[in-house]
């Protein structure tokens, strides 16, 4: 062992072998869920609820990459699939002829109106009903902590703070 490296005591590690189980078992349960249930993988339905709650449930391609912080190769093909479905449309962009949007259709959004009680109640089930109030609290409190160091530019806070308090559409 290397003397210059602040290894971890049991206690931080207790706390990171749980983070990495968590992290390794709930992307399984939110995909398996909305694959029986929708028919759609967990990012798909991703890239559906962000269209879903933009202006005129449309974005350009790139900034939709950047919301889903998908890489434009793996967005496209994405989109592509979920175009081949009648769930999305690329058009040109009307003000920058060389950027593409992508557009919810009525379909998109029925999907994403069919898929999101169960999509939610999955979420509460695993996550939200196995914490009190303050442990929600704390776990957004945790995760503000930990993206500071992921996403220390904040290029994805919009994404992120999009329901707290302070935020520009924040339901009142």
């Known amino acids: 062992m290397t003397d210059d490296v602040p290894w971890l005591d049991r206690s931080q ?4 072998v749980r983070l990495v189980a968590v992290l390794e078992l709930l992307p399984g349960v939110l995909d398996a869920q909305l694959r029986r249930d929708a028919d759609v993988t ?3 339905y991703y890239v559906l609820a962000v269209l879903s709650e933009s202006d005129d449930r449309t974005l350009r391609m790139s900034e939709l990459a950047r919301v889903t912080n998908a890489t434009p190769p793996r967005l496209s093909h994405v989109v592509r699939r ?8 690329r058009f040109p962009c009307p003000t920058d002829a060389r950027s ?3 557009r919810l ?3 998109g959004w029925q999907k994403v109106v069919e898929a999101a009680p169960g999509h939610v ?3 509460r089930q695993h996550v939200i009903d196995a914490l009190d109030d303050e442990q929600v609290e704390q776990l957004a409190a945790i995760s503000e902590a930990i993206l500071g160091r992921l996403d220390p530019s904040g290029a994805m806070a919009p994404t992120y703070r ?3 308090d302070d935020a520009p559409d924040a339901a009142t």
């Open 105 to 107: 259709t009525e379909a």
């Open 42 to 44: 967990h990012f798909e």
């Open 121 to 123: 109640r999955t979420v």
């Open 100 to 102: 593409t949007n992508a």
């Open 82 to 89: 979920l175009e081949e479905r009648g769930l999305v449309e």
């Open 13 to 16: 590690l207790r706390a990171w």
């Open 162 to 164: 999009r329901y707290d």
